[in-house]
Nanobody, 117 residues
Framework: QVQLVESGGGSVQPGGSLRLSCLASGRLFSIYAMGWYRQVPGKERELVARIRVGSGSTEYADSVKGRFTISRDSAKNAVFLQMDSLRPEDTAVYYC??????????WGQGTQVTISS
């Protein structure tokens, strides 16, 4: 099993920044990618950004390209999402996600991000 704990959510004004963190623990040896998804009420959960463990290659949703940056710290088993130039439409619950060979997916508990003036 893999446990994921997010932090860093909150409320900021449009144009502001937030940095989300996710710390992973447990059986991490088979994890090959990790990232962030988000969800608003009444809509499906959508990919925000993800990064592959081996190559470090990244993928972003079109709506966040150029504003969000995903990174990881392998020594700390952590993945981060730097969110800049935030917009009201970025308001959502953000979930940390990891995937292991199998495949097996793991999710954090979610952290609320609210962008409002």
């Amino acid at each position: 099993q893999v446990q994921l704990v997010e932090s860093g959510g909150g409320s900021v004004q449009p144009g502001g920044s937030l940095r989300l963190s996710c710390l992973a623990s447990g059986r991490l040896f088979s994890i090959y990618a990790m990232g962030w998804y988000r969800q608003v009420p009444g809509k499906e959960r959508e990919l925000v950004a993800r990064i592959r463990v081996g190559s470090g290659s990244t993928e972003y949703a079109d709506s966040v390209k150029g504003r969000f940056t995903i990174s990881r710290d392998s020594a700390k088993n952590a993945v981060f999402l730097q969110m800049d130039s935030l917009r009201p439409e970025d308001t959502a619950v953000y979930y940390c996600w990891h995937i292991a060979y199998g495949p097996e997916e793991y999710w954090g508990q979610g952290t609320q991000v609210t962008i409002s003036s």
